[in-house]
């Protein structure tokens, strides 16, 4: 049991280039989020998925797209990376939205735009 | 709006030196309250979910207690395996949505 996944760890891009963040979790979880933490930000909401085939947008959704590709796995694209975009991601996952549960948060992935 | 306020933003402890951290919410209606344990380089690890006003939960030298506005981690005889930031976060009624704090970076000096 692995838990949420992420990859990749670390990235680097030059401004305007593309990518995707991938995430999967194996705990049969409905919901699943993207995060970005920034210091002294605290951990900001980009886009959550409450459950398969639906995603919202959260706090700060501008310049990211995700796709919900099925239970497991959620995927967060860069299309054209700006330096403020600069920041650590993070993936969690929760047990269905209409109750209380915590999340399980992945490793996350250290990305810098140049 | 929403919000979550953790105080202080940095904390220096000795070893045994028993403390307290502040989490002060507003939210238009608790449906739970987190509170999550950050490594540097990691994740987020959860600790504990509150759900209502007086409810306490424990895990080894950690106390989690919950009022209508605030929620206290209590940290007791301290080690220096319990330096972290310690993160806070609620859920609204209503909403899959949950709201951090930007959390106490705490350092346990042996």
């Known amino acids: 049991n692995a838990g949420v996944t992420q990859t990749p760890k670390f990235q680097v891009l030059k401004t305007g280039q593309s990518m995707t963040l991938q995430c999967a979790q194996d705990?049969?979880?409905?919901?699943m989020y993207w995060y970005r933490q920034d210091p002294g930000m605290g951990l900001r909401l980009i886009y959550y998925?409450?459950?398969?085939?639906?995603?919202d947008k959260g706090e700060v959704p501008n310049g990211y797209n995700v796709s919900r590709l099925n239970k497991r796995e959620f995927s967060l694209r860069l299309e054209s990376a700006a330096p403020s975009q600069t920041s650590v991601y993070f993936c969690?996952?929760?047990?269905?939205?209409?109750?209380?549960?915590?999340?399980?948060f992945g490793p996350g992935t250290r990305l810098t735009v140049t | 709006e929403d919000q979550v306020t953790q105080s202080p933003e940095a904390l220096r402890l000795q070893e045994g030196e028993s403390s307290s951290l502040n989490c002060s919410y507003t939210v238009s209606g608790l449906r739970g309250l987190f509170w999550y344990r950050q490594d540097p380089g990691k994740g987020p690890e959860f600790l504990f979910t509150l759900y209502s006003a007086g409810e306490e939960k424990e895990k080894e030298r950690l106390k989690a207690t919950l009022t209508k506005k605030e929620s206290f981690l209590h940290i007791t005889a301290p080690k220096p395996e319990d330096s972290a930031t310690y993160l806070c976060a609620v859920q609204a009624e209503g909403t899959y949505k949950y709201i951090f704090g930007t959390g106490t970076r705490l350092k346990v000096l042996a």
């Open positions: 998925s409450a459950s398969e085939g639906t995603t």
């Open positions: 969690a996952s929760s047990k269905p939205g209409t109750s209380v549960y915590e999340q399980y």
């Open positions: 705990m049969n979880h409905n919901s």
